[in-house]
């Protein structure tokens, strides 16, 4: 019997479709983390403001807002990979709507940055100015 070179979606219900959607999940993290510079850069700098966070946030839900932001960006960049590997898979020739694909695809990511940069930015000069060092907000 010949082996199928398609994931068979009909008997992908319930707990199975729970279980094979975390195996897709972690496949699809693991690989991002093997192949993508950019995803590895972004996730250790989460891993190193996690401390940073708990210190600077005076709430729980404000540290809560930094991680989501933070998390964020890494949700973009899976996306943003996503498109240049389905855009590469199409074909490597240069077509002016594979580029636009993969600029937006980028644009994408470096808005999530910003995003994430004011957010990061607003609760530190709030750090700041609960200790009388910083008048800007």
């Keep these: 019997m010949a082996k199928k070179s398609y994931f068979d979606k009909s008997s992908n219900t319930g707990i199975r479709h729970l279980i094979n959607a975390t ?7 693991k690989s991002a983390f093997m192949y993508e510079s950019a995803f590895r850069q972004e996730l250790a700098l989460l891993v190193c403001m996690i401390p ?5 946030s005076p709430s729980p839900k404000e540290f809560v807002l930094l991680m989501a932001v933070s998390v964020f960006v890494l949700v ?4 943003n990979s996503a498109i240049e590997a389905a855009v590469d898979r ?7 709507k594979s580029e636009l694909a993969k600029d ?4 994408a ?3 999530a940055l910003l995003i ?3 957010v990061w930015a607003t609760v530190i000069v709030g750090y700041f100015n609960r200790w009388g060092q910083v008048w800007i907000f």
Excluded: C, D, K, N
């Design 52 to 56: 940073v966070g708990l210190i600077i």
């Design 116 to 118: 994430a940069g004011s």
């Design 23 to 29: 195996r897709f999940s972690m496949q699809g993290l």
């Design 104 to 107: 937006y695809g980028s644009a």
């Design 76 to 79: 973009v960049e899976l996306l």
């Design 90 to 96: 199409i074909g490597m020739e240069h077509h002016p």
């Design 109 to 111: 990511t470096m808005m």
